[in-house]
């Protein structure tokens, strides 16, 4: 698998996303992609226990710790790698968490309009 270029939704160097919990398609702590990464796992978002909540309804359980996995489950405030689709499906349901841009790839705009993930980005940029 060859990794994309590691360029964020700004067209600069992807900051990590997060190393403990340790995220990405990859592992590597960025949100990374390359083409068999078939969910996009391009979004780094900070989680929140209503979406959390939303995806553990959606059938992706988060939060529940899977030691065979050596992951320790998410909790609110911790930061990760999501799908670009799951995080539209956020969106439409009003629940969607803050996303941190230097760390969200470029190839989630190929997803998601670039004036959405501002609308969500954490700094608050826009307002």
Known sequence: MEKHPSVNVYG????????????????????NTCNEDKGSHTVCVIMTDEFL????????DLSTPRPEFNFSGLKAGDQWCLCASRFLQA???????????????????????????EKHDFLDRLN
């Open 91 to 117: 969106v439409d349901e009003d629940c969607a968490p803050k996303v941190n841009l230097a760390a969200t790839h470029k190839q989630a705009l190929e997803i998601i309009p670039i004036e959405m993930l």
């Open 53 to 60: 909540a939303f995806s553990k309804y959606l059938g992706n």
């Open 12 to 31: 600069k160097a992807l900051d990590p996303c997060s190393l403990d919990p340790l995220t990405g398609f990859f592992r590597d702590g960025a949100c």
